[in-house]
């Protein structure tokens, strides 16, 4: 049981490219989540998904899309990077979305747009 | 919007104190509230979930109450570590996750 995993670990971004930041988890959990942590700051939510082909916005979307093929599989797509989208990103998911079950994090992708 | 306060936003103790860790929210309308820890370059370990209808959660040499009424948390950890230094993360469940910026702590040998 992997749990839940994220790819690449580390991504240095020119300003303007793409890229793509790989999520999945082996839990059969409907809910997974995307965050960004700033320096400092607490982690906000990005995105997240109640089940396969469902996604909402959440906190701070602008400048990511999503999309939630499978259960296990939840992408975070950056188009057009830009500085201020230098961050740690982290992926998680739950069993529920009420609470009564932890959020489990993946390790975490550190980007760096220069 | 919810609001979560962390304080203090470091601490350093010696080897063996009991500490305590303190998480604030302005709306007590939650469904739960997890602490987590985070170690440097690391990702996120949940320690313990309370849900909102609890006072109380324990694990080993962690203990975490909640007063939702007054919207507030203590994390106490017993007998402290140097492995226990980290940043211990505070988070309050409504739609989503909303957390603290955390509390860096360092348990010195």
């Known amino acids: 049981n992997a749990g839940v995993t994220q790819t690449p670990k580390f991504r240095i971004l020119k300003i303007g490219q793409s890229m793509t930041l790989q999520c999945a988890q082996d839990?059969?959990?409907?809910?997974m989540y995307w965050y960004r942590q700033d320096p400092g700051m607490g982690l906000k939510l990005i995105y997240y998904?109640?089940?396969?082909?469902?996604?909402d916005k959440g906190e701070v979307p602008n400048g990511y899309n999503v999309s939630r093929s499978t259960t296990e599989d939840f992408p975070l797509r950056l188009e057009l990077a830009a500085p201020s989208q230098t961050s740690v990103y982290f992926c998680?998911?739950?069993?529920?979305?009420?609470?009564?079950?932890?959020?489990?994090f993946g390790p975490g992708t550190r980007l760096t747009v220069t | 919007k919810q609001e979560v306060t962390q304080i203090p936003a470091a601490l350093s103790v010696p080897e063996g104190e009991n500490l305590v860790l303190n998480c604030s929210f302005t709306?007590?309308?939650?469904?739960?509230l997890q602490w987590f820890r985070q170690d440097p370059g690391k990702g996120l370990t949940s320690l313990l979930l309370?849900?909102?209808?609890?006072r109380e959660q324990t694990s080993g040499r962690l203990n975490a109450s909640l007063d939702k009424s007054s919207g507030r948390s203590t994390l106490y950890i017993a007998a402290s570590q140097p492995g226990d230094s980290a940043t211990y993360l505070c988070?309050?469940?409504?739609?989503?996750?909303?957390f603290g910026k955390g509390t860096s702590l360092l348990v010195t040998p």
């Open positions: 839990m059969n959990h409907n809910y």
């Open positions: 309370i849900q909102s209808s609890q």
């Open positions: 998680a998911s739950s069993y529920d979305g009420r609470g009564l079950y932890e959020q489990y």
């Open positions: 998904s109640v089940g396969a082909g469902i996604t």
């Open positions: 709306d007590s309308a939650i469904y739960n």
């Open positions: 988070a309050v469940k409504v739609d989503a996750l909303n």
